[in-house]
């Protein structure tokens, strides 16, 4: 009984006597444990998925071999960081390192497959009728009750 007492005891202190939200308490396979929580910046993240994304499609589009896969992964996160800092890689840059990566005969199919990017990112910020939203209608107070 003096063990389960010592036990929820030690349990609240640990909980309760960091900041708010810094230690997590779980129970596992391993049985239970206690741990500070790290937070995760949101931003460096959101940046990490779109480099795998990107990285991920063109593994998938050009056949890439893992080491291949590793120096265009390398490339993108070198160009992300540039960006970063406040210097941007240009495309010719960009292009060139991505020509020492490929294979001969997949660089008519990265070229094709960065044309058909652009071509969708313009379609997408195109002013056309068709990407416009309908205004929503202008709701009285009664027709929302209704």
């Keep these: ?9 030690f349990l609240f202190l640990a909980y309760y006597g960091f900041p708010q939200g810094a230690v997590g308490v779980g129970v596992g396979t391993g049985g239970v444990g206690i741990g500070m929580r ?10 990490a998925d779109r480099i795998e994304n990107q990285v991920q499609e063109m593994k998938h589009d050009l056949n890439l071999n893992d080491d291949q896969v590793v120096k265009v992964r390398s490339v993108f996160i070198e160009r992300d960081r540039m960006h970063q800092q406040g210097n941007k890689m240009s495309n010719e840059d960009f292009d060139k390192q991505m020509q020492k990566i490929l294979a001969p005969e997949q660089l008519p199919k990265y070229y094709e497959l960065k044309q058909r990017k652009r071509e969708e990112r313009k379609n997408q910020m195109g002013n056309t009728k068709e990407n416009k939203k309908e205004p929503l209608p202008e709701l009285q107070w009664d027709d929302v009750y209704r």
């Design 1 to 9: 009984m003096k063990k389960i007492i010592v036990a929820s005891v």
């Design 38 to 47: 790290i937070p995760l910046n949101h931003k460096n993240a959101k940046h």
